[in-house]
């Protein structure tokens, strides 16, 4: 008898860095001799830097992507549904900025891709949002202001269907102590590229910022889980 479909926990990070697939600390060896990508305590902690340096030079990027369990990857594919939950804490060093700070992506792997799906810091009319969206199209899932989450842990859980064209959804929650901030859904979007689809997580920020937000700062994130419906 076929069971009913339910959220199947297909993934938690545990063992310490090895919970990922690939770390892209400091890639271009821009700050030599400081790790920036590391645990701490049950944490995984991202540091940046105001003078580390991607090999895109007018970037920065210190980023943890894929999942792995037993030393096998854990891949997302198309027709697919999966959630990830985790918690985060933003410290107010971490601030929006008027480019691109991603603090999540789904993305296929391989050079030169771009993402499916951003996670980021962004100021919108001088105030500062932490948003979702699908980037065909540039489809905003959600937003809602930065400031009050800044400096407390909060939760948030990213729901995907892997969907070409306009078969793929996405729903996306924030809640701060126990009360839900955000929880938007769209649908009809393209969460799909092509090979496979994985999840990456850290600071990956421009250096094109014109509001003077880029800081020395740091993100840290804990009970990384991921669930798929099946």
């Known amino acids: 008898m076929a069971h009913a479909a339910t959220w199947r926990r297909k993934w938690s990070a545990q063992g310490g860095l090895s919970a990922f697939e690939s770390i892209e600390d400091d890639r271009a060896d821009s700050h030599p001799g400081v790790q920036h990508i590391y645990t701490q305590g049950s944490d995984y902690r991202f540091d940046m830097h105001t003078v580390d340096r991607d090999t895109s030079t007018d970037r920065q990027r210190n980023e943890v992507a894929g999942m792995r369990t037993n030393g096998a990857n854990v891949n997302l594919y198309q027709g697919e549904t999966w959630r990830f939950t985790y918690s985060m804490f933003i410290p107010g060093s971490l601030q929006a900025t008027t480019t691109f700070t991603h603090i999540m992506q789904t993305k296929m792997p391989g050079v030169g891709s771009a993402p499916v799906t ?16 699908v980037v065909e199209g540039n489809v905003l899932v959600g937003n809602t202001d930065l400031a009050p989450l800044h400096d407390r842990w909060i939760d948030t859980s990213v729901e995907i269907r892997v969907g070409d064209g306009t078969s793929g959804r996405v729903r996306w929650v924030v809640r701060s102590g126990g009360t839900t901030v955000l929880d938007k859904t769209r649908t009809g979007v393209d969460t799909w590229l092509g090979d496979r689809l994985r999840p990456k997580w850290g600071i990956y920020r421009s250096l094109g910022d014109t509001s003077g937000s880029l800081k020395n700062c740091h993100l840290l994130l804990r009970n990384l889980a991921a669930d798929k419906f099946e």
Not at 118 to 133: A, C, D, P, Y
């Open 118 to 133: 951003v996670m980021s810091l962004r100021r919108t009319n001088g105030v500062q949002k932490i948003e979702f969206k």
